[in-house]
């Protein structure tokens, strides 16, 4: 089955300073690479996703790579924000299966 | 987008009882899934709902602990049987976009805590 592995574990970082994130996944078959944002307390939320068709998406200040050959995906929060502060999950799945999560990242943007 | 109900939101439960934790939605899904969150930690798939069939589980989770129901396509109840402290964790409930996006959405979370 699909393994999804993040890195790093927590990112420190200054607000207006960018954040990236990393993610690996194992089943080739994979097609589908979202990432979701969680806040204490609440479920997670989609911010961003891929799909395996394309290389790039980006969304004002968020962006997502995507390199199909090396299996790997990325998250890019550029001018971070103290409202960006959160755990952050990449997943990946085959369209219409269930999501198989990272560990998660823990970003903290200090003012 | 889809508008999931769950239900219970939170609840305290001796050690050896049973908990079901509901999940609805507004409009009617192929499948769905529960997650379990431990405290801290990342969200590990327990089960994908089918309706009309037994739900499949993955590595680590078995039938008799987590029983699913899935009577139509708009609903499913996870069971948390004969309970343990281990058991305390954030459950949740989700499903895929209609309109295949593959976009997933979640319910609010049932945490459970186990005394």
């Known amino acids: 089955g699909e393994n999804v592995e993040q890195h790093p574990s927590t990112l420190s970082v200054q607000e207006g300073d960018s954040a990236v994130i990393k993610c690996t996944y194992s089943d080739s078959a994979s097609n589908y690479f979202p990432w979701y944002k969680q806040e204490l307390g609440k479920r997670p939320q989609l911010i961003i996703d891929?799909?395996?068709?394309?290389g790039e998406k980006k969304d004002q200040r968020i962006a997502v790579t995507l390199n199909k050959t090396a299996k790997h995906f990325s998250l890019h929060i550029t001018e971070t924000q103290p409202e960006d502060s959160a755990v952050y999950f990449c997943a990946a799945s085959q369209a219409g299966t269930a999501l198989i999560f990272g560990k998660g990242t823990t970003l903290s943007v200090s003012s | 987008s889809a508008v999931i109900s769950q239900k219970p939101s939170r609840d305290i439960c001796q050690r050896g009882t049973s908990l079901t934790i509901q999940c609805q939605v507004d409009?009617?899904?192929?499948?769905m899934f529960w997650y379990r969150q431990q405290p801290g930690q990342s969200l590990t798939l327990i089960a994908t709902?089918?309706?009309?069939?037994?739900?499949?589980?993955e590595s680590g989770f078995v039938i008799d602990k987590f029983p699913i129901s899935r009577p139509n396509l708009t609903f499913s109840t996870l069971t948390v049987s004969n309970m343990s402290p281990e058991d305390s964790s954030i459950y949740l409930c989700?499903?895929?976009?209609?309109?295949?996006?593959?976009?997933?959405?979640f319910g609010q979370g049932t945490r459970l805590t186990v005394v």
């Open positions: 409009s009617q899904v192929t499948m």
């Open positions: 989700s499903v895929l976009d209609r309109g295949g996006n593959t976009e997933a959405f």
């Open positions: 709902a089918n309706q009309g069939s037994e739900a499949t589980y």
């Open positions: 891929i799909r395996s068709n394309v």
